[in-house]
Nanobody
Framework: QRQLVESGGGLVQPGGSLRLSCAVS????????IGWFRQAPGKGREAVAV????????SYTDSVKGRFTISRDTAKNTVDLQMISLKPEDTAVYYC??????????????????WGQGTQVTVSS
């Protein structure tokens, strides 16, 4: 059974940092691309960062470039999202998701087959 479990969310002040982790089981990262997504209250789910299955190359949405870093540990089967310089607009539930096929639309939620339950990130003073 393929599972993804997020952890590391919490309350942080503006300008602070958090590190989210996505632990996967039932499959290996060498065969799945992983995306981090977020959903703020009243808004749609949007992609934040994606790491490819083949070479671990990364992509980011413009609003987080230079602040967020996605990385993976294939030995531990985890994918982390390091977030720095957090802003109130980063407040959302953060999800990790997996897909096993190549996609020309890696930021589309429709391309992902397996999802975690989400972890809340709140940026507030």
């Amino acid at each position: 059974q393929r599972q993804l479990v997020e952890s590391g969310g919490g309350l942080v002040q503006p300008g602070g940092s958090l590190r989210l982790s996505c632990a996967v089981s039932g499959f290996t990262l060498n065969y799945y691309a992983i995306g981090w997504f977020r959903q703020a209250p009243g808004k749609g789910r949007e992609a934040v960062a994606v790491i490819s299955k083949i070479d671990g190359s990364t992509s980011y949405t413009d609003s987080v470039k230079g602040r967020f870093t996605i990385s993976r540990d294939t030995a531990k089967n985890t994918v982390d999202l390091q977030m720095i310089s957090l802003k109130p607009e980063d407040t959302a539930v953060y999800y990790c998701a997996a897909r096993d096929h190549h996609s020309d639309y890696p930021f589309s939620t429709y391309e992902y087959d397996y999802w975690g339950q989400g972890t809340q990130v709140t940026v507030s003073s």
